[in-house]
Structure formats: C-alpha cells, structure tokens
C-alpha cells in the first residue's frame, strides 16, 4: 500500500489515507500495526468528496489519489465536490496528483 510505505519515508511528516470502502480501511489497518503506532499514519473512512480537515488539522502539503472514480473522471459531479473539499485541505501551494489507471499526473485545483 502506496500510504504505508510513504509514511515509513516521510521523516517528520504524517500521511492520512482515505477511503469511501469500510472493508479497505479495516483491511489497511490490519496490515498497518506497526505503521499506526508511529504516529505517521492515519486511516479515516470517508468519501473524498465529503472529506474534511479535522478541526485545528493544518493544510497538507500534497494529496494523491489512486484509482478514485470521483477523481479520474468516473464520476464528474462527485469529482466537482471533491474538488472543492481537496482545495480546502490543501495549502495554497499543495499539490494534488492522480492515478486514472494511467501515468501519474499533477492537476491544479481550479474551482
């Protein structure tokens, strides 16, 4: 899983992953023991595009999304939520990249 072994390389950072499927976050979390109790990772079940910042959570730097059908154009209204929420988590100068199955691409956030 790409949040795992991001969060083993990130130093002083923290990796927050997502997912709309309770079954894929119960599964993450099984295999993520260790990974959990280092503070640098956090599973949350929730549909990107009802995601929001925990209250006093600060702006992340960067947010990827893999295989997200609200995302790769699936899904455009859903994409047009989810959007706005990932404008509101990310600092202004965040960045967002998406997997569609493809190459991995960098996307501006243009609400």
């Given at each position: 899983?790409?949040?795992?072994?991001i969060s083993r390389?990130?130093?002083?950072g923290k990796i927050v992953a997502i997912d709309r499927s309770e079954k894929a976050i119960k599964q993450a979390l099984a295999a993520s023991v260790?990974?959990?109790?280092s503070g640098r990772l956090?599973?949350?079940?929730?549909?990107?595009?009802?995601?929001?910042?925990?209250q006093g959570e600060d702006r992340f730097d960067l947010a990827f999304?893999?295989?997200?059908?609200?995302l790769d154009g699936r899904h455009p209204n859903a994409g047009k939520r989810a959007m706005?929420?990932?404008?509101?988590a990310l600092k202004p100068?965040?960045?967002l990249f998406i997997?569609?199955?493809?190459?991995?691409k960098g996307e501006d956030i243009l609400i």
């Amino acid at each position: 899983m790409a949040a795992r072994e991001i969060s083993r390389r990130i130093g002083d950072g923290k990796i927050v992953a997502i997912d709309r499927s309770e079954k894929a976050i119960k599964q993450a979390l099984a295999a993520s023991v260790t990974d959990l109790l280092s503070g640098r990772l956090e599973f949350r079940n929730v549909a990107i595009e009802e995601f929001e910042l925990e209250q006093g959570e600060d702006r992340f730097d960067l947010a990827f999304a893999m295989r997200v059908g609200a995302l790769d154009g699936r899904h455009p209204n859903a994409g047009k939520r989810a959007m706005k929420r990932l404008k509101a988590a990310l600092k202004p100068d965040g960045l967002l990249f998406i997997d569609a199955a493809g190459p991995i691409k960098g996307e501006d956030i243009l609400i």
